[in-house]
């Protein structure tokens, strides 16, 4: 970590598994940090929760580390950035109705379409955004309605985690149109909630924390707030929001033709739009600066399925070399893996097909195949996914023309260069690997003043490491090896819808 007396600001990235707190200089230098570990509850099939309390406590850990380490008063201010699609209900006395249900959660995978049918399929697309897919809070506040009606009647609030975090740091919970918008409840046009979804759900808007843009001010941390933290009495609390586009501000990706690639747990590929363009390979997002959106496509299984992989077949990942044996033998197979084809749905698909139920596969198992053939089919097939839906953008009047890559897999020098051969647009790496955190930061440094624009913040705060070129001797091989492996999914899903 570098260090100066000067003032920082700071960005604190509740994920779905940690929380991280970390300050950040003028010149987007980490500066220190802090974390806290959140733990997962599946108490039945389809169901995945939260201990709604758990924000606030690993929160309070991390910032307590944090201003361990730097002087409190240097902190001009701070931004939360949160997990997306995750849901919270509060009580009149700020205190949680049962536990949150996550992203992660497919209680309402039954309900799904025909909620869809009750509102319009293609009506309930164009106001959120949003593909009819299991993923979004609204279909879980559906489930509540028919299975639990008395929690939701009894909720004061339904809260995202920035909601519950700013509620707990100021008093009054606040939403960004980033944080809002994941909900499938927002109107992502008009920047506000969708009156006719929540008539149709009998919501109440007094229910839903006020959206407002990100860098906005939403107030300051208060005494008992100071006291839990250790960050002074007075801090003011920027409105930043949901941690993909946090993201995507935080490699300065919010510009024409530039793509925010996160290879991470799942694989985000997002780029900037003047209009909310909307379309089956991917979820139409508000911009992290409210101006513009964030077409953002989206394989649920990343580096989930390459860690599953090594866990089954490769011996595991306690050898700490298994993964440059693997990317050396998966260097030297052409290709086409020499005719091996994978589908990486492992946990359901997204983009483009929004079936929670598809299942993974390989195809044309051979003999002579290695574990480097598996290991180099699967990336191929997530690779590929990933340039699909970039030139289905394309299709749409977008010009995606460099990726910034972030995440586990953008440390694999082997993806990266298939990426850029597969697409024909050179990948760069950021300095900093905390890309959420450090778009919260950003947003508390317009907020609290040290920049007059997002895009001038964003400059000032980011950096590039590294360029992989992308080489188009070979794009052919790929166009071909493309048109293959899009016919996995059709050809392998009778398997999961039948049971066969």
Known sequence: ????DG?????????????????????????????APLDLMKPRPDYVEQEVTDWWRAATVALRQLVGAVDPKRIAGIAISNQRETVALIDGAGEPIGPASLWLDERAAGLVDRFAAEIGRERLHAITGKPIDVTPVVYRLKWLCENEPERLDNAKKILDVHGYLTLKLTGTPSASWTSADPFGLFDISRKAWSQPLLDHLGIKPSQLPDAVRSGTRVGTVHAAA??????????????????????????????????????????????????????????????P?????????????????VNWFVD?????????????????????????????????????????????????????MHPSHTLGHFYRA???AMTLQTARALEEMRS???????????????????????????TGISIHKGHNAEASSLGAAISAAVGVGWFESFSEAADAMTSIAETIEPDPSCRAAWDALSARQAKVFPATQFAWRTGA
């Open 396 to 422: 749409h009047g977008l010009s995606p023309a460099q990726m910034v890559a972030i995440g586990g897999g953008a440390n694999s020098k082997l993806w990266t260069k298939m990426i850029a051969d597969a």
């Open 7 to 35: 003032p920082l600001v700071v960005g604190l990235d509740s994920s779905t598994q940690s929380c991280k707190a970390i300050a950040w200089s003028r010149d987007g230098r980490a500066v220190a940090e802090g974390r």
């Open 289 to 305: 600066t409210g101006d513009g959106y964030f077409l953002e496509a989206v394989q649920r299984a990343g580096v989930y399925f």
């Open 226 to 287: 100071a006291a839990a933290t250790g960050l002074s009495e007075g801090t003011p609390v920027i409105a930043a929001g949901g941690d993909g586009q946090c993201a995507g501000l935080g490699v300065n990706a919010m510009r024409d033709g530039v793509v925010y690639l996160n290879l991470g747990t799942a694989i985000i590929a997002g780029i900037w739009s003047r209009e909310p363009v909307v379309g089956a390979f991917w979820r139409t997002m508000t911009s």
């Open 378 to 380: 699967g990336i191929e």
């Open 1 to 4: 970590m570098g260090s100066s």
């Open 312 to 364: 089954m077949f490769a011996g595991g990942r306690s050898d700490p070399a298994i993964f440059d044996r693997l990317e050396r033998e998966a260097a030297a197979v052409p290709i086409g893996s020499d005719g091996l084809l994978a589908g990486t749905t492992l946990v359901g698909c997204m983009d483009p097909h929004w079936d929670p139920s598809a299942r993974a596969s390989f195809i044309g």
